[in-house]
């Protein structure tokens, strides 16, 4: 069973554009949401994280918005430039010293 | 936040044998996650490994063919035995930092020939 849904798997956007990623999770016991970007033969590198008593999170182009009784979040790029293509990858964990949960990641394409 | 380096960052192996993957810690740290990530696909955890019992394994993954070794609190290893092509994929450890955190090892990119 997966614990976090993320959508679209995949995403082309013009160079200024502002792509959303979506992510949905079922255990309500989670209160950890961290994005994370990969490009192609890295490591995840986090992006941005966020805990569910704030409703949105800002840093620098990226933002979180969380929405606690839809058990949803979502991860805006501004301004997205070709250098922000990547695989995005959405992740949730519970309170205590426990294992990130991953969604199934969304391929980004940004184009001049 | 935690510094991990995790060895080697690459293989090539012939099936049937085994590769040990090491992650080293800067600090102590209570459990470590052991992820693969498979060509084009999201991180699925394996185990999480706890020092001082055994290593506890998601649904799909079993000790035999992932022996996990945790003899202290900053270190660990995930062992891939009698490999096949279907093992190639990025095997990534984790730790929690305080505050929810978490950092990731480099990765290990396998290929199984």
């Known amino acids: 069973q997966q614990q976090v849904k993320q959508s679209p798997q995949s995403l082309i956007v013009q160079k200024g554009g502002i792509p959303i990623i979506n992510c949905a999770y079922e255990?309500?016991?989670?209160?950890?949401f961290p994005w994370y970007q990969q490009f192609p033969g890295k490591g995840p590198a986090l992006l941005i994280a966020?805990?569910?008593?704030?409703s949105e999170k800002k840093e620098g182009r990226f933002t979180i918005s969380f929405n606690k009784s839809a058990k949803q979040f979502s991860l805006h790029i501004m301004d997205s430039q070709p250098g922000d293509s990547a695989t995005y990858f959405c992740?949730?964990?519970?309170?205590?010293?426990?294992?990130?949960?991953f969604g199934k990641g969304t391929r980004l394409s940004v184009i001049a | 936040s935690a510094v991990i380096s995790q060895k080697p960052s690459r293989d090539i192996c012939q099936r049937g044998t085994s590769l040990t993957i090491q992650c080293q810690v800067d600090?102590?740290?209570?459990?470590m996650f052991w992820y693969r990530q498979q060509p084009g696909q999201s991180l699925t955890l394996i185990a999480t490994?706890?020092?001082?019992?055994?290593?506890?394994?998601e649904s799909g993954f079993v000790i035999d063919k992932f022996p996990i070794s945790r003899p202290n609190l900053t270190f660990s290893t995930l062992t891939v035995s009698n490999m096949s092509p279907e093992d190639s994929s990025i095997y990534l450890c984790?730790?929690?930092?305080?505050?929810?955190?978490?950092?990731f090892g480099s990765g290990t990119r396998l290929t199984v020939v």
């Open positions: 984790s730790v929690g930092s305080g505050g929810y955190g978490y950092t």
């Open positions: 255990n309500t016991a989670f209160d950890y």
């Open positions: 966020i805990r569910p008593d704030v």
């Open positions: 992740a949730a964990s519970m309170e205590g010293n426990t294992p990130l949960v």
């Open positions: 600090s102590q740290v209570t459990m």
């Open positions: 490994a706890n020092q001082g019992s055994e290593a506890t394994y």
